[in-house]
């Protein structure tokens, strides 16, 4: 059983959710959905991923739909977006030059901050679980993009694992480094925060840069 991990486990599902299901909300307004279809896509956006990390370990019922703090965390964020999108948009008109009032800026920087505490997270549970170095590292990545790629799928848009900048080596170097660190007896609430900054500045840089995994070359354009 790794040490002081409970509430820590608490604390990165709540802030992972939370900030996946922002991003999922927003995204719901740019597609014109209503509050439900809002709400839903906050909800499969923040919990998404850990429902697929719960279910490849055997966590039944998920603690997505078990746990309250999760679906509240998800709600609140749905409900806030939905509340202040109109506000959000008068402040953007105002200052229509400045990138971080974009929305597409707010939902990379919400999913690099999801991303980030979900690798953790994903890789920590799974550890908990005795699950072997591979398979936590695995879980903990697939944890991380779970929730975007659902998100984007149910929004019919191409999920931004699959075209964006550097998205799932973040989350994978990530885990792998949680997994390390357990392996070293170097693991703490510390060190766990610390690889969810890593992973952040990593995503980040990778979308400030335009940083992107190799892609196959084409002799001829594509329609």
């Not at 965390?73 to 109109?86: E, Q, R």
């Not at 703490?188 to 500045?201: D, I, M, Q, R």
């Not at 995994?213 to 354009?221: D, E, F, I, K």
């Amino acid at each position: 059983m790794l040490t002081d991990t409970a509430s820590l486990q608490t604390v990165l599902d709540v802030v992972g959710v939370l900030v996946f299901a922002l991003s999922g909300a927003i995204v719901a307004v740019r597609r014109g959905l209503d509050l439900f279809g809002i709400l839903v896509l906050g909800w499969v956006a923040g919990l998404g991923g850990g429902i697929i990390r719960d279910l490849f370990l055997g966590i039944t019922p998920p603690v997505a739909v078990s746990d309250w703090r999760l679906l509240a965390a998800a709600v609140t964020a749905g409900l806030g977006v939905f509340l202040l999108h109109g506000t959000w948009e008068l402040a953007s008109a105002a200052r229509p030059h400045a990138r971080w009032r974009r929305v597409s800026h707010v939902v990379r920087l919400l999913d690099a901050a999801g991303l980030a505490v979900f690798a953790v997270s994903g890789s920590l549970v799974a550890l908990d679980r005795s699950a072997g170095p591979l398979a936590a590292t695995l879980i903990g990545g697939i944890t991380a993009v779970g929730g975007g790629v659902l998100r984007d799928v149910l929004a019919r848009q191409v999920p931004e694992v699959l075209q964006r900048e550097l998205y799932a080596v973040p989350a994978l170097a990530g885990a792998a480094l949680v997994v390390l660190l357990h392996h070293l007896g170097a693991l703490s609430p510390l060190t766990a925060w610390l690889c969810v900054g890593l992973v952040f500045v990593i995503r980040v840089v990778a979308v400030a840069l335009d940083l992107n995994a190799p892609r196959a070359l084409r002799s001829t354009p594509t329609e």
